[in-house]
């Protein structure tokens, strides 16, 4: 419990929230990269093998212990998303933060 404390004071109230706010987004963006043809097949098996571990009956530590149960769970969705994203090529993974309004376009500059 207290390590929790220890991280929210690491990274601060308000990036935790705005984090927290901005999990819609990346519920938008995690399918649009799964349906884009340009991820890597290895990145999408990733996600998929995290999303059957959390469903499956068996796990590392059982799900019927309180809190404990359910952390082993979370712990394995939050690398394989993040695994997930940085398997993704950047140019492809900017595009579709930008539709889903997780990051600005690119600025193009022309110079003469």
């Given at each position: 419990?207290?390590?929790?404390?220890?991280?929210?004071?690491?990274?601060g109230v308000?990036?935790?929230?705005?984090?927290?706010?901005?999990?819609?987004?990346?519920?938008?963006?995690?399918?649009?990269?799964?349906?884009?043809?340009?991820?890597?097949?290895?990145?999408?098996?990733?996600?998929?093998?995290?999303?059957?571990?959390?469903?499956?009956?068996?796990?590392?530590?059982?799900?019927?212990?309180?809190?404990?149960?359910?952390?082993?769970?979370?712990?394995?969705?939050?690398?394989?998303g993040s695994?997930?994203?940085?398997?993704?090529?950047?140019?492809?993974?900017?595009?579709?933060?930008?539709?889903?309004?997780?990051?600005?376009?690119?600025?193009?500059?022309?110079?003469?």
């Amino acid at each position: 419990m207290f390590k929790a404390f220890r991280l929210i004071r690491r990274v601060g109230v308000r990036d935790l929230f705005r984090g927290v706010r901005q999990l819609p987004a990346y519920a938008r963006l995690i399918p649009r990269l799964l349906m884009d043809r340009r991820t890597p097949i290895s990145a999408k098996m990733l996600l998929v093998a995290a999303a059957v571990y959390v469903v499956s009956p068996l796990d590392f530590v059982p799900d019927f212990l309180p809190v404990l149960g359910e952390m082993d769970d979370l712990a394995i969705l939050l690398f394989a998303g993040s695994r997930f994203l940085s398997m993704i090529p950047p140019h492809v993974r900017h595009e579709h933060e930008v539709a889903c309004g997780l990051a600005e376009p690119a600025r193009v500059t022309v110079t003469n």
